[in-house]
């Protein structure tokens, strides 16, 4: 069964510094990944997404993740934080053929703190 | 270009009675799906459209229903209200699929 399991439920961290934030999937046949953002009261975000091909995917607001076969994960990273990165994280799995059904993460919250 | 529209924002209903949600999706995406987030549950899927048909439907009891317009446009129904169907309600619209969702909003339901 498809299964995406993010590893944190909160992530502190202060402003300027890196972030890693993880995410392990689970599926026995091809899957495509995104990450996604979720501000305060608003919908989610489209951060960035892996179909197929380079294995380094870069996204919006400087973010980018790794999708590692071997492992099953797909964490994503910021070099250097801001307080508006602010928000919580959603990795989501998809399977081909699989009629766009998207199995999200349980979230990562992550805190920038000046 | 104009986003996902959801309409009504915040929606407030007694239990026991019905509610019908409206998603406008992105001019040309003819995908539509639906996913409820709750505390406790996270974000789960209930449905997925396109061209008008359903194609795939989540776990959820059959008081939840939905549909497509031939303009792609979509609409969730949920009858007979329980407390636990407080949540928010994301459409998220899409050219196919594969290329990502794009979310609306949502719309908050809070029942009493």
């Known amino acids: 069964a498809q299964s995406v399991t993010q590893l944190d439920s909160q992530v502190p961290v202060f402003e300027e510094a890196p972030v890693e934030l993880r995410c392990n999937y689970s599926?026995?046949?091809?899957?495509?990944l995104f990450w996604y953002v979720q501000y305060p009261n608003q919908g989610l975000q489209l951060l960035l997404k892996?179909?197929?091909?380079?294995?380094l995917v870069k996204g919006i607001n400087g973010f980018e993740a790794e999708f590692n076969k071997s492992q099953t994960s797909f964490h994503l990273r910021k070099p250097s934080v801001h307080i508006s990165d602010t928000a919580e994280y959603f990795c989501?799995?998809?399977?081909?053929?699989?009629?766009?059904?998207?199995?999200f993460g349980a979230g990562t919250r992550l805190a920038v703190h000046p | 270009k104009a986003g996902v529209t959801q309409t009504p924002r915040y929606l407030i209903k007694t239990r026991g009675q019905q509610v019908t949600l409206s998603c406008s999706p992105i001019s040309g995406h003819r995908s539509v799906s639906w996913y409820q987030q709750t505390p406790g549950q996270g974000l789960q899927f209930l449905f997925e459209y396109f061209s008008e048909t359903q194609r795939n439907k989540g776990n959820f009891p059959g008081r939840f229903s939905g549909r497509q317009f031939s303009n792609s446009r979509s609409e969730m129904n949920v009858s007979t209200l329980e407390l636990g169907d407080s949540a928010l309600y994301l459409c998220?619209?899409?050219?196919?699929?594969?290329?990502?969702?794009?979310f609306g909003s949502g719309t908050r339901l809070t029942v009493v």
């Open positions: 892996y179909l197929s091909g380079s294995t």
């Open positions: 599926s026995s046949v091809s899957v495509y």
């Open positions: 989501a799995s998809g399977v081909s053929g699989g009629y766009n059904k998207l199995i």
């Open positions: 998220a619209s899409s050219v196919g699929g594969r290329d990502g969702y794009t």
